[in-house]
């Protein structure tokens, strides 16, 4: 799956960007004038194929799920049953990515591709293929690769087998939404200490040292940062990943939701459709699903700019551009929601704005 995917994967339609631009030139605005939703509207152009591209609705939420061994390291204070505990907390629709996505009219589906502790409800939709997910009725897919990666700091997170099964179960879920109707795929996380290996994915692909990448997650002491620094250094000398060999990089130090993202992303490259991609979490995966495919960063589409350091080393290694920076770093999919208007915005521009000489405006 993993292979015939990446395979599908077409690069962006020049043709149809050549015409967005045209278009864009002959609307009754001074040229340029909407920055860069300009340039945002040519690219998912580009990506749909087609001048306009289709509306990026409704959109879906992708929330994976997975705990970290590297938390037997103290890299958080937070205790690992937290994950599933917010599990819960999102299929009861109160968490922060739940409100946001009741404002933006967005479904939520949360993946168990990874929880180490059992989950305190029951999988609503079952087995992926269950019920879609509705905007009032999260639904969540049980699709559990291991609980939790083993200690990166020790041995290798994942196997190979069990990376391919996390990015494939990623694919599965995009087909899904996608199947069901998603115009937009959003990308959410959990994980208590998925930051570690956040990090030390970005410092393995980017080629440079983990302080550099490295941030305070849910806001830890200098203590527990200097040994977080340390852990992942560590972890990378062990292991010497390969960023040539995406599988290899995300089976040695990554998380299984880290796997399953950059799987998401790639589904939706498939089949032209756009990511938008939420924190830290998911430009560490989007790394992973441009090692796989470069032509997949024509699908992503950057929502903020996380205060996690290895964010902004992420987005510039993949020539993304956030559409807001609100210094936002809570994850679960909330900065990729606040963005998704902004994205519909410059595609409706396109769609509903008259031109010059339909509108009977002189130009200059």
């Known amino acids: 799956m993993l292979e015939t995917t990446i395979a599908a994967i077409p690069p962006p339609d020049e043709s149809a960007m050549a015409a967005a631009r045209e278009l864009q030139g002959r609307l009754t605005k001074p040229a340029g004038s909407l920055g860069a939703l300009e340039d945002l ?8 194929g087609h001048c306009p591209p289709p509306l990026p609705e409704p959109a879906a939420v992708a929330i994976f799920a997975g705990d970290h061994g590297v938390h037997a390291q103290g890299v958080t204070p937070w205790p690992q049953e937290v994950t599933a505990q917010m599990i819960g907390n999102f299929l009861a629709g109160g968490a922060v990515v739940n409100a946001f996505a009741r404002q933006a009219g967005a479904s939520v589906t949360v993946v168990d591709v990874g929880v180490a502790t059992p989950l305190p409800v029951a999988a609503p939709g079952g087995e992926a293929g269950g019920a879609p997910p509705t905007r009032d009725a999260p639904r969540l897919v049980a699709a559990n690769v291991r609980p939790g990666t083993r200690d990166l700091a020790v041995t290798a997170a994942l196997t190979r ?20 109707g998603a115009g937009i795929l959003l990308t959410g996380d959990m994980g208590i200490g998925n930051t570690t290996p956040a990090a030390a994915l970005i ?26 620094v340390d852990v992942v250094r560590a972890a990378l000398r062990r292991h010497a990943p390969d960023p040539a060999d995406p599988l290899g990089v995300l089976a040695a130090v990554g998380g299984l939701e880290h796997a399953a993202l950059a799987g998401l992303i790639l589904g939706a490259a498939a089949r032209r459709t756009p990511v938008l991609l939420d924190g830290v979490i998911a430009v560490a995966a989007a790394l992973a699903a441009a090692a796989f495919a470069p032509a997949a ?27 807001i920076d609100l210094g936002l770093r809570l994850g679960e999919g909330t900065g990729a929601l606040l963005a998704l208007p902004v994205v519909t915005g410059a ?18």
């Open 41 to 48: 509207s040519v690219r998912l152009a580009g990506l749909a």
């Open 161 to 180: 087998d069990e990376a391919r099964a996390a990015v494939e179960t990623g694919i599965r879920v995009a087909d899904e939404l996608i199947d069901a």
């Open 203 to 228: 410092a393995a692909f980017a080629g440079i040292d983990p302080a550099e990448t490295t941030g305070r997650g849910t806001g830890v002491d200098d203590p527990t940062y200097a040994r977080k």
């Open 297 to 323: 960063v024509a699908a992503m589409v950057a929502g903020h700019r996380s205060a996690e350091p290895g964010a902004t080393v992420a987005l510039r290694r993949l020539g993304l551009e956030p559409l």
């Open 347 to 364: 595609v409706r521009v396109l769609h509903e704005v008259a031109t010059f000489d339909s509108a009977g405006v002189a130009e200059k």
